[in-house]
């Protein structure tokens, strides 16, 4: 039980309604970003005596919520401490829900019906106002474990209101942010339901679907995902014991992820949209192996002849239409488009995604597809007109929204029909459930699809992955940008739900094609704004470790680079490094800065060791001349280094001024490897523990970025000329 020293209530925030539904506060009252022991002083909040359970069963017109909540024996858990958000259908909504089920009354639920409602409605980690819910979901999954959808418009009277489904489900304009001493009541107006239905459930079930659904059916791609299993029932956390260590001085604990489980999330194609679009007719498999044949054959050459590309052999490994369905699939679990890309972050002056100067550089992460050897990119469209190149980024694509294997930049100016993306939509048809327990959907508005292209252009450029994004199984048991980034939490709380969030560590075998000794132990940090750390987050490799994980693929066959970008500090280690089982160079050692004599050392473009906004001035300086840049990028890559990046930097908790990496000494990219790569085929990093003795902090080796460079970026040449210093 978490206990609160003082006695608060949040004062509801008044909301008004822009142009387009989007909500703007007119009141500027500040919100909690987190729940905590002893409240913000800039939080208004007055004292009421209340509990979320009082709020429940004080008020007649909550009765049957409140009997639902007292039969899923979860009432008294909001009698105590804590930090919910409550969302309270009233009697009205429950009327309606069981007319719509056939039930007489509330008798007629079953125990189970009653906490699996319940728990739909409780948020049960953190307290959230309507001010709050400014994304595509609510920011924390309810006890279900689900995430609740949220989009803004207007009421019956015209108020702005927060909607949380497409079924016309809001929370009451007059009585939202009703605050108790441990939470937040949101009553609503309808009893919210979650599918408890698997992939091949939702998809069968929406009739918008059929060609698509057919394909998956016929291509095998739908059995790969039922023969998957959605939870690993040999996996219980309580098997497992924390495990307590130290980084940069932080005593931290991490704890085993509460599951263990394996998702997808699929990139559909309306019937209408292949109809309109492509001229392929509800139904016409042919049409759509046609199609298939027509993007993946210039691209799986030698395989035109194989008898498994036949219209006969659908579900064959080599088949264009299997391809094509396979490459609309993530082997992730994602619950919404918020997820997809770097959460945004407001706090003082700044409103971006973190890691991201998001008026350079749009949010982009990478992820593998169910098509071997094969990514999408996924971005998130804020540039306008990018600074240094007078480019209109946007164009035709909606501000904020996100893109598939979109790429408008300084290489490609001008957005045509091949590199325009597909817009992903975050919402489907009220009749329909998009969101299951082993998969989500997304509706898109064409076709993805490995191209030539794709593989050629768009996708030659440098990617850089955030390594939780790396490895499917963070995103799909919803590890990754969760807690509260404004806090830190320098102590090992014995409390498994940490009031600031969770480490965590993971135990052998539980990452996917990943492997490491008995002696090592694999750390995920949560999330902070002030961490040198992209996109907030990192790994630890602690103990006498050898960690191998295998490398996210890349487009194209040919010279790459492979670049890890970190933070060195004095209380890291040392660790040799393979390809593919053959060592990589010398050594990395994580304890040299940039101002050290070996690497850049003190100059015009790094003068000071202990002052990144004196090294930001110079940086700029220099930046202005191409010719001196260039020069400067060339002697370090000749040391195998990269400065951070320019587009990317830390935020200051407090403030929300955020200073770019190029100023600081700690946070750079080396490279560990720069050689021909086969695209066909999988590849695998290797880091072993190369000191003696222990170093640092049981020999602590930093994971926090990764860079898959062509030789196309990284090898410019010509006077003045450097790869882009985003």
């Known amino acids: 039980m978490i206990s609160f020293k003082n006695k608060y209530t949040y004062k509801a925030l008044s909301l008004r309604c822009a142009f387009m539904a989007v909500l703007t506060a007119l009141v500027a009252t500040p919100v909690l970003t987190a729940c905590s022991d002893e409240p913000d002083g800039e939080n208004f909040y007055t004292f009421t005596g209340e509990m979320a359970s009082d709020y429940i069963t004080s008020r007649p017109q909550y009765s049957d919520f409140a009997a639902v909540v007292k039969r899923a024996k979860l009432m008294d858990m909001l009698a105590s401490y804590g930090k919910y958000t409550c969302f309270v259908p009233d009697n009205n909504a429950f009327g309606e829900y069981l007319q719509r089920r056939g039930l007489a009354s509330l008798d007629d639920l079953t125990d189970a019906d009653c906490d ?88 069968k079930m929406n009739t918008n679907l059929s060609t698509f659904y057919e394909a998956m059916v016929q291509t095998g791609v739908l059995d790969d995902i039922i023969n998957t299993p959605y939870e690993d029932p040999n996996y219980d956390k309580d098997d497992y014991p924390y495990y307590d260590y130290s980084s940069d001085g932080w005593q931290e604990r991490g704890w085993v992820p509460e599951t263990k489980k394996t998702g997808f999330t699929i990139f559909a194609l309306t019937d209408s949209l292949l109809q309109t679009k492509y001229g392929i007719a509800k139904g016409d498999l042919r049409a759509l192996y046609n199609k298939a044949c027509e993007l993946y054959d210039p691209v799986y050459t030698s395989d035109v002849s194989a008898p498994g590309h036949d219209f006969a052999n659908l579900s064959d490994s080599v088949n264009p239409l299997r391809r094509f369905i396979q490459y609309h699939i993530l082997t992730r679990y994602v619950p919404g488009v918020d997820k997809l890309t770097p959460k945004i972050l407001k706090v003082g002056s700044y409103n971006a995604a973190l890691g991201f100067d998001t008026k350079r550089m749009n949010p982009v992460d990478w992820y593998e597809t169910m098509l071997p050897h094969t990514m999408i990119k996924v971005e998130q469209a804020t540039v306008e007109t990018n600074p240094d190149y007078n480019i209109d980024y946007l164009q035709t694509a909606i501000k904020n929204e996100r893109y598939i294997n979109r790429r408008v930049d300084n290489i490609y100016p001008v957005e045509s029909d091949w590199n325009r993306g597909q817009r992903i939509f975050d919402t489907v048809e009220s009749d329909f459930d998009n969101d299951g327990l082993n998969a989500h959907y997304f509706y898109v508005d064409g076709i993805v699809a490995f191209t030539k292209d794709v593989q050629e252009k768009i996708q030659d450029m440098r990617i850089r992955m955030d390594f939780s994004t790396i490895f499917p199984e963070v995103m799909t048991n919803d590890l990754r940008q969760m807690g509260d980034w404004l806090h830190d939490q320098r102590n090992r709380d014995e409390d498994p739900n940490p009031k600031y969030g969770k480490d965590y560590y993971f135990p052998k075998g539980y990452l996917k094609n990943v492997t490491f000794n008995d002696n090592c132990y694999f750390v995920y940090r949560r999330p902070h704004t002030n961490f040198w750390s992209f996109e907030g987050d990192e790994f630890n490799i602690f103990g006498d470790y050898d960690f191998e994980f295998k490398l996210p693929p890349i487009p194209s066959s040919g010279e790459w680079q492979i670049r890890l970008g970190f933070c060195a500090l004095g209380g890291r280690g040392i660790a040799q490094v393979y390809l593919d089982g053959v060592p990589q160079g010398i050594p990395i050692d994580m304890r040299v800065y940039l101002t050290d ?98 170093t640092g902090e049981n020999n602590l080796f930093m994971l926090d970025y990764l860079e898959l460079v062509p030789k196309s970026v990284y090898g410019v040449e010509g006077s003045g000329s450097a790869e882009d210093d985003y």
């Open 116 to 203: 699996t409602i319940a728990r739909t409605h409780i948020v049960s980690t953190n307290m959230y106002s309507t001010y709050e819910m400014n994304g595509k979901e609510v920011h924390s999954p309810n006890m279900m474990r689900r995430y609740i959808p949220t989009s803004q418009g207007f009421d019956a009277d015209s108020n702005a209101v927060i909607f949380l489904n497409t079924r016309g489900a809001h929370i009451y304009f007059d009585l939202k942010d009703d605050s108790v001493e441990n939470g937040i009541m949101q009553p609503i107006n309808q009893v919210l339901e979650s599918s408890n239905g698997y992939a091949q459930d939702l998809l």
């Open 597 to 694: 004599p070996q690497m850049l050392g003190i100059s015009e473009i790094m003068p000071s060791s202990d002052n990144e906004g004196t090294n930001v001035t110079a940086y700029e300086t220099v930046r202005k001349d191409p010719e001196a840049l260039a020069e400067n990028q060339k002697a370090l890559r000749n040391l195998g280094v990269y400065r951070g990046p320019y587009a990317s930097s830390h935020v200051d908790p407090n403030s929300g001024n955020a200073t770019p990496w190029v100023g600081n000494w700690r946070t750079y990219r080396r490279v560990v490897s720069q050689q021909n790569m086969d695209a066909s085929k999988d590849h695998y990093l290797r880091f072993r523990v190369a000191s003696e003795s222990k």
